[in-house]
């Protein structure tokens, strides 16, 4: 198990430092002025701009530059917005409701997820299958701001049930619609998930062993059925939730919500390529872990990766 | 021996109830020639088989009219409407539906029935142009990846994985952010590809190594056969059945995606004709008319929906494990 | 002898007086597919089990033979339903049963050894707890033994009637873990008092030590192991008494797993599935099956995965157990001289139906109905056996084999056509330093125009020496030479050279044709690779090899999937002889077909090598096969070769005490048959 960690932590300085790179390359160093872009349809200020050059060490060579990013992502700092607030700070502000946001989706999604899925898996063919899996068809098909916005009209405007919008310091309703609407493609995906594991598993040669021990219908399903049909869907539960974070971009900008989505969303909108890259390495930084997470928990559940 | 001697002579005095000599009566079983072969039924191959079954799934049958119906529309919008679908009037502004215009007017007084046949093409073609090119990128890396093994192999699943930490929609935004004037789908189908050839290349390259260690691809070399023959005229056209459902399957994401990037604003600009921009445009005037962003979402999810069952249908066409090996 | 006959009088009045314990009648099981077709998996299967007794169901595959078992426990896969007929057990009738009545029933009175020993444990649960459950759904008693029926009733007739059950119970109560060094220490002063001493004393106790297994052993045998040794009877009931007072859970899973044959079982039962060979697997899944100590055992091709020998040991430690507990056995099969040489009552199925049952001696010395005639013939256990056998009364074997094999002077005679000289490979293993030799040092040659056999079980590297002389694969050290060359250096046009004149055959007739061609591209393709010809002379050629393989020319336009095992490995051949071959390499090219099958298989390439001259190089596991194909033998065990002789040298005077076991381990060894 030790060394199997330790050979993915190494697997994973690359792929950091990788994507870290590639960030800051795709943002520096296309073609199109990153400069430029701060500006937007702002006519540009020759002082200003040699300035942020400056600023960013956009003067300096490709590699050097992103050595430098690199040195200051590390000790966190990212710099100053354009109104000469520290970018940490506003992220710092914005990151709790996010993950406020993002474990309630994803609460929402690995329980009604799994549940459905399972009852799904077991029941295959019949009518509640089916109803289940138009269900989970549709959401993925609807992308998540048409979701938002049925929701918004139904739930918030029509029938007055939840808050239509979250505002600056959101509480558990304010932020329940908008949590539904972020875990709803990823629960329909748990939904087809767990039901085409759960009807695999279950005709699996060990689960008819089991039977034939004569243990009940109900403890073979939990231990055979469920307990093996759990590994692929905790990978990809654990895998979302870094996702998640970078998804609620959608749903915090329909519902007002104030978390880190809604900063990049503003941030894109007023031009500031920092508090975006800044943001951007942040999460990728925040699903890479996930990752190395869900690595550990595939082994930790699955005794044939533990031994590998 | 002598255990078999005592069994012997117990043979005929010993038998219990029910376990007499039986012989069937050659007559109610017909024996038939060892191994022999049915030759009535007809002769299938893999891709045949597989029509058959989809021929035969509703789910099947009701996407494909559906995409038939989507693509004519996206090739054909004048046959629908008359109309430029950047024509508008704001005197219209809001208004509700009439003759020739069954779905009314959005804010700036367009034709949202024209604007919801035009966007079609939009949302096609990225979906389209961003599959074909997923597919091919994703399928070279992976084949290559899995084919040669070794430090190639490392070197390509590390870039694999270098791009698929970046999640498609932070790392479309980061580019996109510095091209927002362009107009071009290729622009939306370029940064789509850089984020999404990773799946592909992932399951090419499993499929690859699996196909590579099978009995038929050994027997060809021992025939003569060279490692590159065996990759184009045996490892592909086995590797080809899960590419094609990974790539039916994300044609409608990838339409999702160009949508969304659109909603954010940072896709296509309002002066090119695209469901996510014209939702995004509407969403302000959600309260008092929804009818305005109800036609161009269910267009999109109708359009998402019958892209993804037909890639679930053909999931369980081509499915090796439901073919019978 | 009069001993045995006594007992198995006894046990025959027993049987009849407590009647069947399974009693299956008119049975029919229907299968639905998904076009709501219907098929008859299983029609009017009459079959009966009487207590302690072993009944072998045989037939090769399709033959419905694993559904009736199925349908006995009630664990039919998919659609299949029982339609028809009666399955009594110990006279109720449960085909009707629920789910929930069944459960009751599994365990405790219907056991199961599956089949698939890799597929039927659960990878992510350890060993012990996967024998844990099977004792704990069924509420068994950890402590005590359960003794069957028939057991009691036998016992009851040796013994005086007990006065009391709870005193028989108790005698029945297992040592624990915890007073075993206590109960070893209270047997050694015992032996010490009763004037046991010295290297005798020292021999006991080892004794003791290893038979007294906690969890599987229990008081009366330890005061009987002590009255024994010499301690007198009142001592060694009170010290069984005092130190036997059952066992943990943890103690009878291990007991249970030493039981089943597993070495140092409470380290084993801990761990998980992926860490056990096969063999290991299997015996961990007796042990599950035997758990609750059933009446009824149900044994699916228990061994049909594992080595021969594996098989043997295994089939010979579930016999001793199953005799020991008085537990009756449905022995499903394929192969008719294993049933005949473990069961008692033979059933024989073919398509669904029972075409014929009896004693296992009867049926097989004198078959009756056209089917179990044909797979008496062709059965290669048996057939080896029948020459063994027609050899030791003196008579001409020579008429029984369809190989005839070349004399010693005519091999000496033949001219090298392949030689293995030294030939060594290593293998790197993953995270480890030193190399693993897959193959070291083998030598021999294959003469023209014969069969040079290689018989091993698994890992003892005779695939890896069939790719070396295929040159898929390089050999660290040694050489392969064909016609006098060495191939190594083979490259280009030299090296298609030799792939024209060496061709293989190779095991997974599932495999080895790509499904995406069909028949008539995969016997074209060498000539396309060799650019032989034009597309008529291909057409023309294709039609010539197919009927060499005794194939429909319509099958060409067909493809693998809808062709039997059979016939794809007969494709297979063809293949290899588009390019009119020397020499032909099969790698376990019979194993995974069916006994009519591969009997039909071998015939054709027997034909072929009368016919052509061919040289073979036959790799197999099963030396019942190699009589009827080899002219010599090549036995490798672990890498290295043990033995190399002519095959009736092998057969008649193995040298090697392992070429000794693999002939002990060909089914039926035991059987002595008839020659009609």
Same mark, same amino acid.
């Given at each position: ?308 | ?115 919801? +046949?035009? @966007? $079609? ?6 979906? =389209?142009?961003?599959?074909? &090119?997923?597919? !091919?990128?994703?399928? *070279? ?103 094609? +459902?990974? @790539? $039916? ?6 339409? =999702?995606?160009?949508?969304? &990037?659109?909603? !954010?604003?940072?896709? *296509? ?57 | ?676």
């Amino acid at each position: 198990m030790g060394k199997y960690l330790l050979r993915r932590i190494l697997q994973m300085i690359p792929v950091v430092l990788g994507t870290t790179l590639l960030v800051y390359a795709l943002v520096f160093a296309l073609p199109g002025d990153p400069v430029k872009a701060m500006f937007g349809d702002k006519p540009i200020n020759a002082a200003v701009a040699a300035q942020i050059r400056a600023e960013y060490n956009l003067d300096k060579p490709f590699i050097v530059q992103y050595l430098l990013f690199l040195k200051n992502a590390l000790t966190l700092n990212f710099g100053n917005t354009f109104a000469g607030q520290p970018v940490i700070s506003e992220i710092g502000r914005a990151f709790p409701v996010t993950i406020k946001l993002a474990l309630m989706a994803f609460c929402f999604e690995a329980i009604f997820g799994v549940v459905f899925g399972i009852i799904s898996g077991l029941k295959k063919g019949k009518w509640y299958d089916s109803v289940i899996l138009i269900v989970s068809l549709l959401l993925i098909s609807v992308p998540t701001f048409v979701t938002g916005f049925l929701g918004q009209y139904f739930l918030g405007v029509k029938w007055r049930l939840l808050p239509v919008t979250a505002g600056s310091d959101p509480g558990f309703l304010d932020l329940l619609m908008p949590a539904m609407v972020l875990g709803s493609v990823s629960m329909a995906y748990i939904i087809r998930l767990t039901r085409s594991e759960v009807s695999s598993n279950i005709a699996e040669d060990y689960v008819r062993t089991a039977r034939a021990k004569g243990m009940s219908n109900r403890s073979v399903i939990v231990r055979h059925v469920l307990r093996n049909s759990l590994i692929p869907v905790v990978t990809y539960l654990g895998q979302d939730l870094g996702s998640l974070m970078s998804g609620a971009m959608i749903s915090e900008t329909i519902f007002n919500v104030h978390g880190i989505g809604f900063l990049t969303y503003q941030s894109i909108l007023k031009g500031e390529s920092n508090m975006v890259v800044s943001i951007v390495t942040l999460l990728t930084l925040i699903f890479v872990v996930c990752n190395l997470l869900v690595d550990m928990l595939y082994a930790a559940l699955d005794p044939r990766i533990r031994y590998a | 021996m002598s255990d078999n001697e005592s069994q012997e002579s117990m043979n005929t005095s010993s038998t219990l109830p029910g376990q007499e000599r039986y012989v069937a009566p050659a007559d109610t079983v017909k024996l038939q020639d060892v191994d022999s072969i049915d030759e009535s039924a007809p002769a299938t191959s893999m891709w045949a088989d597989a029509w058959r079954t989809l021929r035969k799934n509703p789910l099947f049958i009701v996407s494909a009219v559906l995409i038939v119906c989507v693509i004519f529309v996206a090739l054909f919008p004048g046959v629908f409407t008359h109309q430029d679908p950047n024509f508008c009037q704001l005197e219209h502004s809001l208004e509700p539906s009439s003759a020739g215009h069954p779905f009314g007017y959005d804010t700036q007084g367009c034709d949202v029935f024209t604007r919801t +046949v035009y @966007g $079609t093409r939009t949302s096609l073609s990225v979906g =389209v142009l961003t599959t074909i &090119l997923v597919v !091919l990128f994703g399928t *070279l890396i992976g084949a290559l990846g899995g084919f040669f093994g070794g430090w190639v192999d490392a070197v390509l699943s590390r870039c694999t994985d270098i791009f698929m930490a970046i999640p498609l929609l932070l790392g479309a935004i980061v580019v996109l952010q510095m091209f927002r004037t362009s107009g071009s789908v290729w622009k939306i189908v370029l940064v789509l590809t850089l984020f999404g050839w990773t799946q592909t290349a992932r399951i090419a390259r499993g499929s690859v190594m699996e196909t590579k260690n099978l009995e038929f691809n050994t027997a060809s070399t021992a025939l003569g056969s060279t490692p590159l023959r065996n990759l184009v005229s045996h490892i592909m056209p086995n590797s080809l059945a899960s590419i094609i +459902v990974v @790539g $039916t399957t994300s044609l409608g994401t990838y339409i =999702v995606s160009e949508a969304t &990037l659109s909603f !954010l604003g940072i896709g *296509l600009p309002t002066t090119t004709v695209s469901w996510g921009g014209d939702i995004s445009n509407a969403q302000t005037i959600l309260r008092t008319d929804p009818a305005v962003l109800f036609y161009p979402s269910a267009a999109l999810a109708i359009t998402v929906l019958a892209f993804i069952m037909m890639g679930d249908a053909v999931k369980d066409a081509l499915d090796p494990k439901s073919r019978t090996a | 002898m009069s001993e045995k006959n006594n007992t198995n009088d006894k046990l025959l009045a027993m049987q009849r007086e407590q009647g069947p314990i399974l009693e299956v009648k008119d049975l029919k099981v229907d299968f639905t597919t998904g076009d709501k077709n219907v098929v008859h998996a299983v029609r009017d299967a009459s079959f009966t089990v009487y207590p302690g007794q072993w009944v072998a169901i045989v037939g090769e595959s399709g033959s419905g033979k694993s559904t009736s078992a199925m349908a006995v426990l009630g664990l039919l896969a998919g659609t299949g339903h029982v339609v028809g007929g009666s399955i009594k057990l110990e006279g109720e009738e449960i085909s009707g049963d629920t789910r929930r009545q069944y459960e009751h029933l599994l365990g405790d009175k219907m056991g199961l050894v599956p089949q698939d020993p890799m597929s039927n444990l659960n990878p992510v649960w350890r060993i012990g707890s996967q024998v844990e459950e099977a004792l704990k759904a069924n509420h068994m008693d950890v402590s005590h033994e359960k003794r069957s029926n028939l057991a009691k009733a036998l016992a009851g007739a040796d013994t005086e009637p007990q006065d009391e059950d709870q005193q028989a119970d108790d005698d029945e109560t297992f040592i624990g873990s915890k007073e075993l060094p206590d109960l070893l220490e209270a047997a050694r002063q015992a032996l010490d008092e009763a004037g046991v001493a010295g290297k005798k004393a020292e021999n006991v106790m080892d004794y003791f030590t290893e038979e007294w297994i906690p969890g599987s052993e229990t008081r009366w045998r330890v005061a009987d192991d002590l009255i024994k040794a010499g301690v007198a009877e009142e001592k060694a009931w009170t010290i069984a008494k005092s130190y036997v007072l059952g066992s943990t859970m943890t103690d009878r899973v291990a007991g249970l797993l030493q039981e089943a044959g597993l070495p140092e079982a409470a380290t084993r039962a801990r761990q998980y599935p992926h860490e056990f060979s096969g063999g290991m697997l299997q015996r961990a899944l007796i042990a599950i099956g035997l758990a609750c100590r059933p009446d009824l055992l149900i044994a699916d091709e228990p061994t049909s995965a594992l080595d021969v020998t594996v098989q043997k040991k295994i089939l010979d430690h579930l016999q001793s157990l199953t005799n020991e507990l008085g537990t009756a056995v449905l022995f499903i099969t394929h192969d008719l001289g294993l049933a005949a040489e473990r069961a008692q009552h033979i059933v024989v199925m073919y398509k669904g139906q029972v075409v014929e049952s009896g004693p296992s001696l009867e049926v097989l010395q004198h078959p009756q109905h056209p089917y179990t005639k044909r797979l008496v013939a062709a059965a290669p256990s048996l057939a080896s056996q029948r020459i063994i056998s027609a050899k030791e009364h003196g008579e001409n074997a020579e008429k029984l084999m369809e190989h005839h094999v070349k004399g010693e002077e005519t091999l000496e005679r033949s001219e090298h056509i392949i030689t293995v000289s030294h030939l060594t490979r290593e293998f790197r293993l993953p995270r480890r330093k030193e190399m693993f030799k897959a193959v070291d040092d083998v030598s021999f040659s294959v003469k023209r125009g014969t069969t040079l056999a290689i018989v091993g079980e698994s890992g003892s590297g005779k695939s890896t020496v069939a790719n070396m002389v295929l040159k898929l694969l390089e050999p660290t050290s040694g050489t392969v030479t064909y016609e006098g060359q060495d191939i190594s250096g083979f490259k280009g046009k030299d090296l298609l050279d030799f792939r024209r004149h060496v061709q293989p055959v190779f095991q997974n007739p599932y495999g080895s044709l790509d499904p995406m061609y069909s028949i008539y591209r995969s016997i074209e393709e060498p000539l396309r690779i060799h650019k032989i010809g034009d597309k008529k002379s291909r057409a023309k050629r294709v039609r010539e090899l197919l009927d060499l393989v005794r194939m429909p020319q319509s099958v060409m336009q067909r493809y693998p999937n809808e062709l039997s095992g059979g016939q794809r490995q007969r494709i297979a051949i063809a293949r290899a002889m588009a390019l009119d071959p020397d020499v032909i390499v099969c790698d376990e090219a019979v194993s995974a077909l069916d006994v009519l099958v591969q009997d039909q298989v071998l015939q054709l390439l027997n034909d072929l090598q009368a016919e052509r001259g061919l040289s073979y190089l036959f790799i197999t596991h099963d030396l019942a096969v190699v009589r009827q194909i080899a002219d010599e033998v090549v036995v490798m065990q672990k890498g290295r070769l043990v033995e190399h002789a002519t095959t009736d040298e092998v057969f008649d005077h193995p040298r090697q005490q392992y070429t000794k076991d693999l002939l002990d381990a060909i089914p039926g060894g035991k059987l002595r048959l008839g020659l009609d």
